[in-house]
């Protein structure tokens, strides 16, 4: 078994048997294969666990999204695949989506109730990494669906700030047009 597989003592669940281990490792390697009509068709057939994660944390939708897997993602978030679910470094797939600047995975993931300001481990929300990469459709998007600019990290820098600590002009600009400025 690989190293993914913790014992009991170790996370405080019950043991996995060999065979539901391979099956998760099965359905793993759906997601990473982007097989999305044999993973609907095990939906369908009464398969309900569509928020398992591996040993790092990553649940199938965060995989899926984070890969721009969009139908993948879609059949996920369909069987109620939950778009909240952080993995162990506390990253969340809208923030990936937004990162990674796909707009569609994005809209998907807000249809299907992703929170635009939710936060990952360190503070940061989706709007931020949008900003921090110049992705300005995703920044828009994002604010009409209620994101805060004013939201700060950890640290305290906000989605302005930190255009400003990456070098993404284009993205400082987009948000001073919009009215947000260092004192916003």
Do not use: C, W
Not at 51 to 65: P, T, V
Not at 177 to 182: T, V
């Amino acid at each position: 078994m690989s190293e993914e597989k913790l014992d009991s003592a170790q996370t405080g669940a019950p043991e996995m048997d060999q065979e539901t281990y391979e099956m998760i490792q099965q359905l793993f390697q759906l997601v990473r294969s982007d097989d999305a009509a044999r993973l609907k068709g095990l939906f369908e057939r009464g398969f309900d666990a569509p928020n398992i994660r591996d040993g790092k944390g990553n649940s199938l939708l965060m995989l899926a999204s984070y890969n721009g897997q969009f139908e993948m993602t879609r059949v996920l978030l369909e069987h109620g695949g939950d778009a909240q679910i952080a993995n162990d470094m506390g990253q969340i797939p809208l923030a990936g989506a937004a990162f990674k600047g796909n707009t569609e995975m994005v809209k998907l993931l807000i249809e299907h109730g992703a929170d635009v300001n939710a936060r990952m481990a360190d503070g940061k929300t989706p709007l931020m990494f949008a900003a921090m990469f110049n992705r300005l459709e995703i920044i828009d998007l994002l604010l009409e669906h209620g994101a805060d600019a004013s939201a700060k990290a950890s640290d305290g820098s906000t989605a302005l700030s930190l255009t400003q600590m990456m070098g993404a002009e284009e993205a400082r600009t987009h948000l001073e047009k919009l009215g947000f400025n260092s004192s916003h």
